[in-house]
């Protein structure tokens, strides 16, 4: 999908967000291309950066798209609402 690797690579423009990404997916650079081969992995992504509102802008705003967008992604990939959505 071509949202989720435009959102890895905006990630890993960034050395912290990297950082982040890696402690919070439990991923090394050894293990994402295996992982990234999976199914969930795309929601996976997409969780990571609707889940911390200020990563989220951040992109969306560098990217010139609208949030709903990556939520409309992270419906397609999971069949319903983010957790703690409003739908």
């Not at 423009?13 to 402690?23: D, I, L, V």
């Not at 999976?38 to 889940?51: E, I, Y």
């Amino acid at each position: 999908m071509a949202l989720c690797a435009d959102i890895l690579s905006w990630i890993s423009a960034n050395e912290e967000m990297m950082s982040r990404f890696w402690a919070l997916s439990g991923l090394t650079p050894e293990t994402l291309r295996d992982a990234a081969a999976q199914p969930g992995f795309a929601a996976g992504v997409f969780d990571f950066l609707a889940n911390h509102e200020p990563t989220l802008l951040a992109y969306c705003e560098d990217r010139q798209i609208s949030p709903q967008t990556i939520v409309n992604a992270w419906y397609s990939e999971n069949g319903g609402p983010l957790p703690g959505a409003n739908p």
